[in-house]
């Protein structure tokens, strides 16, 4: 045997430090390419829009646009994770509808709005956590363990309300800001928003953890045989879909100033869709938050088009489902094109 | 043989993007003929079985068969013409019986309603008995072991009245005696006309079994020979374009005795597929385990590392007694595995070389906030990757783009990146083209003289001999003995491995020296 730790030419246990590259990341181009076609689809809207009403290119439509995707940007985060990690969540509206309904019978009950809602949200934490448990420990479909808890939680909202929608309008007004004040004019969810996007985009490209997602939804078996704990990172993602889920609850009870009992029958559809118009592959491995926000972006500037163009709201489903069609499709044809040798 | 042809394929090109796979092949199959098909990974073999197949269609060039001028669209025409083929990978549904997976294609083709169980059993029965009769045709087909699922993927096309079967590299998972009878099948096939294209990386077979031989490189073809007229040597070198030197590096010179213990296991066991197995693996040996395929060998060592249960035993690491009870934790003992299946657990075949590499210990390219510094991951893959002679085009490219060999590499590299100080390798070279392999080699044993302990489990003999310093056998789960010097031979492991006992006297001994 030669001497150890002497100078061979495969020292690969040295740390010597290498040419530091200057080349951009390739492999996100494939992702960036498809966040900048939406980009593009939507600036092509906005140009068409503007010609075809008065009224698309004015504040007042901007910022309603924004609004009515602004809540439920936050929830396709969550949702966007757990389709990375290979599962998806058909609870998230029925969940929302329960953090509602629980901050908000316990604020009738006399606690404080701002307690209240922190055991709601963190009510709804460990719905999702006793969920994972069923998918991580008995190994249920992330599909079938979600269906159940939406229909846990949307029977839950129903019999703590018994069918009635809560009036909340006795809620304190900074409590209320959140849903409805502005800061110089900005609607605060607008605010809130952007913080939690622009965090977890970064966090979801760059955070260790975040890439232990990518790495389970990418191919589980060769992640477990990696070192990671893959049942770790599933449970993980399914619990920070509840919870944000639940703190979207919060903020449209706060915004609604009431708590009803049938809120957000189909939401979830309109988010995974949104997830996956925005690049994220229900197989797994592929996705982020930027592409996913667009697509929930594109699919509300369509219909608040299709509002003012006052096309029948009876085809606002249709023209949706086409939208995620050809999305989904286009996506599968670059696929294959990729992989065809 | 006769020299009628049955199959002539003239100036075939196929181009994927701007990879040309194929830039003029010609080949011709004569009946009653094996003919080998040899070539690196990446040389072009697979491609142009999946244009005889009608897989893949080709952009000029044309197929004839009987001399008749063929296009074939697709698996369906193929079958139709004659044409049976046994995929490198399984492709059979594991979710069904071995029976309806090796009449699919008569199910596919029969014109009735409903499907006759009975005969299908039958039928699958007839076409396992010379080749497995100990599969159960009613048995689901992921109860098999790999194996077995390949045997069962050969029965699934000798069940088609081919006149042309195509084997792609066969016998990569097949035992010693499962190939024999595999290819006395093959002798028998050619005996009654059928004429097969078999393509595999291992001379000995190719030269055993085969009547002619072709060689592809990088898409063109390069030769093709009666076995007789040429030699191993020269279809390698025709593979690889140059000489390759010394198939094997040389061998530790230091004795046993001299070498400090660096991992002691000791009455090892699981609940089922493994027994009181205990090994000393000492500093800057490759210590090989060998034995059948489902022997225990793989179970035994990821027991070890944490991915497969442990009931009991006890494992030292430099003397002292460390616990093991996720993978995670090995890594940090810098004990790190790598796995046999590289598609299906070794890579992230969608993900770029860097995030490849960096997986095991993430903390390595991380910064102070736990966000990973991409340019350091790169930095990382590079050096790495560079060490390894990896051929890409670029750290940020994935993985799938790679050949096998160099896909192999990614995965050596993410071992190496943690500094490890014992490195598990099951399999290091399947399905990987000689060059690669001859590198793959001389790098295992540079690791093993810069004092990283080394185990290697390989199911190719000619490897575990011509690599391994020691060699422990097993035979269904029990330890059968160790071997070391010169008596690593493949006799004496199959000896071992068929559980007949350690052989009482040493008969073949090379140094002159004489022990009866």
């Keep these: 045997m030669s001497n150890p730790g002497t100078n061979h030419s495969i020292n690969v246990l040295g740390s010597a430090p290498g040419e530091p590259l200057k080349k951009g990341n390739l492999l996100s181009g494939f992702g960036n390419m498809r966040e900048a076609t939406l980009i593009l689809i939507i600036a092509a809207i906005f140009i068409a829009m503007s010609f075809a009403s008065p009224y698309f290119l004015t504040w007042a439509n901007m910022k309603a646009m924004m609004l009515s995707f602004?809540?439920?940007?936050?929830?396709?985060?969550?949702?966007?994770?757990?389709?990375?990690?290979?599962?998806?969540?058909?609870?998230?509206?029925?969940?929302?509808?329960?953090?509602?309904?629980?901050?908000?019978?316990?604020?009738?009950?006399?606690?404080?709005?701002?307690?209240?809602?922190?055991?709601?949200?963190?009510?709804?934490?460990?719905?999702?956590?006793?969920?994972?448990?069923?998918?991580?420990?008995?190994?249920?479909?992330?599909?079938?363990?979600?269906?159940?808890?939406?229909?846990?939680?949307?029977?839950?909202?129903?019999?703590?309300?018994q069918g009635t929608p809560l009036s909340l309008f006795t809620l304190p007004p900074e409590f209320k800001f959140i849903g409805q004040g502005s800061v110089y004019g900005v609607p605060f969810v607008i605010i809130v928003f952007f913080v939690v996007i622009i965090i977890s985009d970064y966090l979801l490209r760059n955070a260790s953890a975040f890439r232990k997602v990518f790495y389970t939804g990418s191919n589980e078996k060769a992640a477990e045989y990696s070192g990671i704990n893959t049942n770790r990172v599933k449970l993980g993602a399914i619990i920070l879909c509840s919870t944000l889920a639940g703190f979207a609850g919060i903020i449209y009870m706060s915004k609604?100033?009431?708590?009803?009992?049938?809120?957000?029958?189909?939401?979830?559809?309109?988010?995974?869709?949104?997830?996956?118009?925005?690049?994220?592959?229900?197989?797994?491995?592929?996705?982020?938050?930027?592409?996913?926000?667009?697509?929930?972006?594109?699919?509300?500037?369509?219909?608040?088009?299709?509002?003012?163009?006052?096309?029948?709201?009876?085809?606002?489903?249709?023209?949706?489902?086409?939208?995620?069609?050809?999305a989904v499709s286009i996506d599968q044809i670059l696929h294959n094109k990729r992989s065809s040798r | 043989m006769s020299n009628e042809v049955v199959m002539e394929i003239v100036d075939v090109h196929k181009s994927f993007g701007a990879t040309k796979a194929l830039a003029g092949v010609n080949f011709t199959l004569h009946k009653g003929e094996i003919h080998a098909l040899c070539g690196e990974n990446g040389a072009g073999k697979s491609t142009l079985m999946k244009v005889i197949d009608g897989l893949h269609q080709p952009d000029s060039g044309d197929l004839y068969i009987k001399g008749n001028k063929v296009v074939i669209r697709g698996a369906l025409e193929?079958?139709?013409?004659?044409?049976?083929?046994?995929?490198?990978?399984?492709?059979?549904?594991?979710?069904?019986?071995?029976?309806?997976?090796?009449?699919?294609?008569?199910?596919?083709?029969?014109?009735?309603?409903?499907?006759?169980?009975?005969?299908m059993n039958t039928r699958a029965k007839e076409s396992l008995k010379d080749i497995a009769p100990h599969i159960n045709p009613a048995a689901r087909l992921d109860s098999l072991r790999i194996s077995e699922q390949q045997l069962v993927e050969i029965a699934k096309a000798l069940t088609l009245d081919c006149e042309v079967l195509i084997l792609d590299e066969p016998t990569a998972a097949l035992t010693e005696s499962e190939s024999k009878a595999l290819f006395s099948i093959m002798q028998s096939l050619k005996a009654k006309g059928i004429s097969i294209i078999y393509i595999s990386h291992r001379m000995a077979e190719v030269f055993e079994q085969c009547d002619r031989v072709t060689v592809l490189r990088d898409g063109i073809w390069i030769s093709t020979e009666k076995v007789q007229n040429t030699s191993p040597n020269e279809v390698v070198k025709?593979?690889?374009?140059?000489?390759?030197?010394?198939?094997?590096?040389?061998?530790?010179?230091?004795?046993?005795?001299?070498?400090?213990?660096?991992?002691?296991?000791?009455?090892?066991?699981?609940?089922?597929?493994?027994?009181?197995?205990?090994?000393?693996?000492?500093?800057?040996?490759?210590?090989?385990?060998?034995?059948?395929?489902?022997?225990?060998?793989?179970?035994?060592?990821?027991?070890?590392?944490?991915?497969?249960?442990?009931?009991?035993?006890?494992?030292?690491?430099?003397?002292?007694?460390?616990?093991?009870?996720?993978?995670?934790?090995?890594i940090d003992q810098g004990i790190v595995y790598l796995?046999?299946?590289?598609?299906?657990?070794?890579?992230?075949?969608?993900?770029?070389?860097?995030?490849?590499?960096?997986?095991?210990?993430?903390?390595?390219?991380?910064?102070?906030?736990?966000?990973?510094?991409?340019?350091?991951?790169?930095?990382?893959?590079?050096?790495?990757?560079?060490?390894?002679?990896?051929?890409?085009?670029?750290?940020?490219?994935?993985?799938?783009?790679?050949?096998?060999?160099?896909?192999?590499?990614?995965?050596?590299?993410?071992?190496?990146?943690?500094?490890?100080?014992?490195?598990?390798?099951?399999?290091?070279?399947?399905?990987?083209?000689?060059?690669?392999?001859?590198?793959?080699?001389?790098?295992?044993?540079?690791?093993?003289?810069?004092?990283?302990g080394v185990i290697v489990i390989s199911s190719e003999l000619p490897e575990v001999v011509g690599l391994c310093d020691r060699v422990m056998v097993m035979h269904e789960g029990k330890q059968q003995g160790t071997l070391g010097g010169d008596d690593i031979t493949e006799q004496n492991i199959i000896h071992l491995a068929s559980g007949l006992g350690q052989r009482e006297k040493r008969i073949i001994k090379t140094k002159g020296l004489e022990v009866a």
């Design chain 2, 339 to 452: 796995s046999e299946d590289r598609k299906e657990d070794g890579v992230f075949l969608d993900m770029s070389i860097a995030r490849n590499v960096s997986v095991l210990k993430l903390d390595q390219v991380c910064n102070n906030l736990k966000c990973i510094d991409a340019s350091v991951e790169r930095e990382q893959a590079q050096r790495l990757t560079d060490k390894l002679k990896l051929k890409s085009a670029g750290m940020d490219k994935p993985v799938s783009s790679l050949s096998g060999g160099n896909q192999q590499k990614v995965a050596l590299a993410k071992m190496l990146s943690v500094n490890p100080s014992i490195i598990i390798l099951d399999e290091p070279t399947r399905g990987i083209d000689v060059g690669a392999k001859v590198e793959i080699h001389q790098l295992i044993r540079q690791l093993a003289n810069e004092g990283v």
């Design chain 1, 70 to 161: 602004a809540t439920e940007g936050i929830v396709v985060v969550g949702m966007t994770v757990l389709i990375i990690v290979g599962g998806i969540d058909l609870s998230v509206g029925a969940v929302m509808c329960l953090a509602m309904v629980i901050a908000g019978k316990l604020f009738l009950m006399g606690i404080n709005p701002w307690l209240a809602s922190l055991i709601s949200i963190g009510s709804c934490s460990f719905m999702g956590y006793l969920t994972g448990l069923t998918v991580t420990r008995i190994g249920l479909h992330t599909f079938i363990a979600t269906l159940a808890l939406m229909g846990i939680s949307r029977g839950l909202s129903m019999i703590i309300t």
């Design chain 1, 256 to 326: 609604f100033g009431a708590a009803t009992p049938n809120f957000g029958v189909g939401l979830e559809l309109n988010i995974i869709a949104a997830a996956v118009i925005g690049g994220a592959s229900l197989k797994g491995g592929e996705g982020s938050v930027l592409g996913a926000i667009l697509g929930i972006a594109l699919l509300s500037i369509v219909s608040s088009s299709m509002i003012l163009l006052n096309v029948s709201v009876y085809w606002q489903d249709l023209i949706k489902g086409l939208i995620l069609l050809s």
């Design chain 2, 78 to 119: 193929a079958q139709k013409l004659g044409i049976g083929f046994v995929h490198q990978e399984i492709v059979l549904c594991p979710d069904v019986s071995v029976a309806e997976n090796i009449n699919m294609a008569l199910t596919n083709q029969s014109n009735k309603w409903f499907v006759n169980f009975a005969k």
């Design chain 2, 238 to 330: 025709n593979m690889v374009g140059r000489d390759v030197g010394h198939l094997y590096p040389e061998k530790s010179q230091c004795s046993i005795a001299d070498m400090e213990v660096m991992l002691e296991v000791s009455n090892l066991s699981d609940s089922n597929r493994f027994s009181n197995i205990g090994f000393k693996l000492h500093q800057g040996e490759i210590f090989g385990v060998s034995g059948l395929i489902g022997a225990g060998r793989s179970e035994m060592v990821k027991a070890i590392c944490g991915l497969h249960e442990r009931k009991t035993g006890n494992i030292h690491f430099q003397g002292k007694s460390i616990s093991i009870s996720h993978y995670s934790d090995s």
